[in-house]
């Protein structure tokens, strides 16, 4: 395993992140969960997201108890708030100070542990005013609760704003959660270059698209039994807007050259393919069955030529 620095700041984590969406408490039973985590370990993967929203919670259950018997010391653990996960009163969502403060000690009693590593704004919350959310913040990592803040799905002005504030009060936001794979760039052209000139560094979630840069969704047919796209508890509406890009499908397949001149899996590619860009800090896999994260992490410390690169770029252009 490969280990990068966490935005400006002196904390490492594995450059192949693994995270439990969709999967753990929903899509698949615990033991495989279980497993899964046992082949990240394996694979010298020390970094783990989630989000107390993940399964209503249960995602993060599932986490603590596969990780129940590591030491601690050796874990990266990251959580999030934002999103309601129960009864909805009128303060179970945003970044409130009651919501922040409510919603860390329970994230904390489901994942079994008395800090986490970094603890993430899900989203930006346009109701409540960034210097409530962040004072908030400042007091769960005064109170030892987390060690660092971070976002998810911020813009470029909001990173530099919270960041800004984040300074003030003498604590780091040293983190960013966008979606990123060859095929969603958005963060390219603000969220990145804001970010490497403040110390913020992205963990990227889906680089595989949710499965889709595997190659193993071909156009016009059925996707494969056991797949996302075949779930039924809720994973198939999370794909379905890839799914519907026939054209995307086609021109994915043209990728499998590319990946077989590197010796490479389609899978292994497409995470290699983000960890190029030297803002992010790590590729957040996810995975339904354990030989997926065996698969995906020997993309760690691989460098692709400038020249496919290009390729890639030319492969996927609209
Ligand atoms: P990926 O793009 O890595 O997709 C993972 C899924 O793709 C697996 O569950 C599996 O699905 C399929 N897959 C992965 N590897 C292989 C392989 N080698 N062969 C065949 N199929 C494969 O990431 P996710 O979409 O799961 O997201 C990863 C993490 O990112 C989440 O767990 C979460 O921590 C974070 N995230 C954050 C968000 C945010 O808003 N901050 C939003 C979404 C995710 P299957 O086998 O079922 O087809």
Known sequence: ??????????????????????????????DTATACVRAALDA??????????????????????????????????????????????????????????????????RLDTDYVDLYQAHRYDY???????????????RAGKALYIGVSEWTAEQLRAGHALAKELGISLISSQPQYSMVWRVIEDEVVPTSSELGISQIVWSPVAQGVLTGKYLPGQAAPDGSRAADTKGGAKMIEGLLGREDLLRRVQDLRPVAQELDLTMAQLAVAWVLQNDNVAAALIGASRPEQVAENVAAAGIRIPGELMKRIDEILAD
């Open 127 to 141: 109701a409540t005013p960034l210097e409530e959310t962040m004072q908030a913040f400042a007091d769960v990592v």
């Open 44 to 109: 010298g993967i020390t970094s783990f997201d989630t989000a107390d929203v993940y399964a209503n919670t249960k995602a993060e259950e599932v986490l603590g108890a596969a990780l129940a018997h590591e030491r601690r010391e050796s874990l990266e653990i990251f959580t999030k708030v934002y999103f309601p996960t129960g009864p909805m009163g009128p303060n179970d969502t945003g970044l409130s100070r009651k919501h922040i403060m409510e919603s860390i000690n329970g994230s904390l009693r």
């Open 1 to 30: 395993m490969h280990f990068r620095h966490l935005g400006r700041s002196g904390l490492k984590i594995s450059e192949i992140t693994y995270g439990n969406w969709i999967t753990h408490g929903s899509q698949v039973e615990n």
